[in-house]
Nanobody, 129 residues
Framework: QLQLVESGGGFVQPGGSLRLSCAASGFTLSRATIGWFRQAPGKAREAVSCISITEPSTTFYYADSVKGRFTISRDNAKNTVYLQMNSLKPEDTAVYYC????????????????????WGQGTQVTVSS
């Protein structure tokens, strides 16, 4: 059974950092595309970042709002994808989810939540002074 579990959320002051983890079971992340999304109260779910595997290439995607501040990475030995979040802002406050798609993704499909069919339970990130 495929399962994704997020962790690492918490409360942080503006300018601070957090590292989110997305641990997988039932499949190997080293050959998988994984996306990070977030949803703030009263707002639609939005794409944050994606590590996309279209062999032999790996492509990294970021939303404009997080470019230069967030970094997605993968530890194959731990079967885990990370989202390092630096210079956090109050507008980054949301529940963060990792997800895996049902098939290959191309171009802007990485940011389309309907392309993903396996989701974790989410982890809360709160940025506030």
């Amino acid at each position: 059974q495929l399962q994704l579990v997020e962790s690492g959320g918490g409360f942080v002051q503006p300018g601070g950092s957090l590292r989110l983890s997305c641990a997988a079971s039932g499949f190997t992340l080293s050959r998988a595309t994984i996306g990070w999304f977030r949803q703030a109260p009263g707002k639609a779910r939005e794409a944050v970042s994606c590590i996309s595997i279209t062999e032999p290439s790996t492509t990294f995607y970021y939303a404009d709002s997080v470019k230069g501040r967030f970094t997605i990475s993968r530890d194959n030995a731990k079967n885990t994808v990370y989202l390092q979040m630096n210079s956090l802002k109050p507008e980054d406050t949301a529940v963060y989810y990792c997800a895996s798609p049902g098939g290959l993704l191309f171009g802007t499909q990485w940011s389309d939540s309907s392309q993903y069919d396996n989701w974790g339970q989410g982890t809360q990130v709160t940025v506030s002074s």
